[in-house]
């Protein structure tokens, strides 16, 4: 199964055609939503039961003692007239008495300060336990606390409302590491496929949850992540010995242990040895193992943005790492990846060389049969796993 064509008609081989790109985005983009709205489901919970654990104590605090209110920064007029004036200022009863101590972090939730703001403002009230300081000391922060959340208060909202806010935001900034994680996921399933492929049976041990054999579409691979128990891959150790290592920084590393300490036991050492040693420089690294390849996987989907993800997709030159670079990359317009266009746009720059190897994450994922739509591109990725792994073709 050798691999067909120079650097320039292997990449040529993974444009995505116009439809092939609508595809790809909306299967992902479902996905993706289908994660968010889990999260604002459980952000509404979240609300929910901010509201009734407050309401459960509202009963017991005393807000008509204006001189007790006055020792934590509360002020009479910012709770008359207030049916739950718990659910957005903080009664010094929560700072007097330790075993309410548990809802100082929840108040320190709705004040809209951010954590770093907390810890030199608030250095007290920001501890899990209550600390063995003077009652003074815990008020004076109370104050500096319910100054904030009497901003809250004179702007309409309530602590439930801010919470909901937090959440929200929380889900917005998690769609970028959502998408990393499903196209990691999806690359895992491309590598694993095409190993079996090579050499049934060649996977000899797994460290994480790996995805079962079928379609995985990324909707399935949501599931998967959502399920309890789930661990993301980490590594799996092939019967040549050498170990694939899932994770971050590089993406993918394919790495088989020299010297004198034998073999790797399972894929969960590989995994810790790599992490152990991945930050010393390369060549430090080699002196412990062997590194056949190092790749990146990119899975955002604005068209657009092509070049400049090209650009930064790697942060070392593959002359430094003394390992081939590859790329696993969604959304290669046919035009990006043409080698006869004037100008030679960003894929054939000097900079970009840097990979060795481009495959199309959508092809080699296969979810829907794009594997046998362009099998020169599948044949080409096979033959460079089977090479960096050391594995004959069976």
Not at 82 to 102: G, I, K, Q
Not at 256 to 275: C, N
Not at 384 to 389: D, H, I, T, Y
Request: net charge negative.
């Amino acid at each position: 199964m050798p691999s067909q064509g120079n650097f320039e008609t292997r990449t040529a081989r993974a444009g995505m055609a116009d439809d092939e790109i609508r595809v790809f985005v909306g299967d992902f983009t479902e996905a993706l939503v289908k994660l968010a709205l889990q999260r604002v489901t459980q952000v509404d919970i979240e609300t929910q039961s901010f509201g009734q654990r407050f309401d459960q104590i509202a009963g017991v605090l005393d807000w008509s003692d204006s001189d007790l209110l006055a020792r934590a920064g509360i002020e009479y007029g910012w709770v008359e007239g207030h049916e739950n004036p718990h659910r957005t200022l903080m009664h010094p009863a929560f700072v007097l008495d330790s075993p309410r101590w548990v809802f100082v972090a929840d108040y320190l939730g709705i004040s809209m300060v951010s954590d770093k703001a907390r810890r030199v403002l608030m250095p007290n009230l920001v501890r899990r336990r209550r600390p063995h300081v003077e009652d003074a000391v815990l008020l004076a922060e109370a104050r500096t606390l319910n100054y904030y959340l009497h901003l809250v208060q004179e702007s309409g909202l309530s602590g439930d409302r801010i919470i909901a806010y937090a959440g929200d935001l929380r889900t917005h900034g998690q769609g970028q590491n959502d998408s990393g994680r499903i196209g990691a996921l999806g690359a895992t399933v491309a590598i694993r496929d095409a190993l079996e492929e090579i050499q049934p049976g060649v996977i000899t041990s797994v460290s994480g949850t790996m995805p079962p054999k079928g379609p995985n579409t990324p909707a399935d691979l949501v599931h998967l992540i959502g399920m309890t128990g789930y661990e993301a891959p980490r590594a799996v150790l092939l019967k040549s010995h050498r170990a694939i290592i899932f994770g971050s920084d590089p993406d993918v590393a394919i790495i088989a242990r020299i010297g004198g300490g034998g073999q790797y036991s399972d894929a969960q050492e590989a995994y810790e040895e790599w992490a152990a040693n991945r930050r010393r420089p390369a060549g430090e690294r080699q002196a412990v193992m062997h590194q056949s390849a190092l790749g990146e996987v990119k899975t955002a989907t604005d068209a657009s943005n092509l070049h400049e993800r090209i650009g930064l997709g790697s942060r070392e030159t593959r002359q430094e790492v003394l390992a081939t670079r590859f790329l696993m990359m969604a959304l290669l317009t046919t035009d990006i990846v043409d080698p006869a266009r004037e100008g030679r746009r960003a894929m054939y720059s000097p900079e970009v060389q840097r990979f060795q190897h481009v495959f199309n994450l959508y092809y080699v994922w296969g979810y829907d049969g794009a594997r046998t739509q362009h099998a020169e591109h599948w044949e080409d990725f096979k033959a460079q796993l089977a090479s960096w792994c050391g594995l004959l073709v069976g």
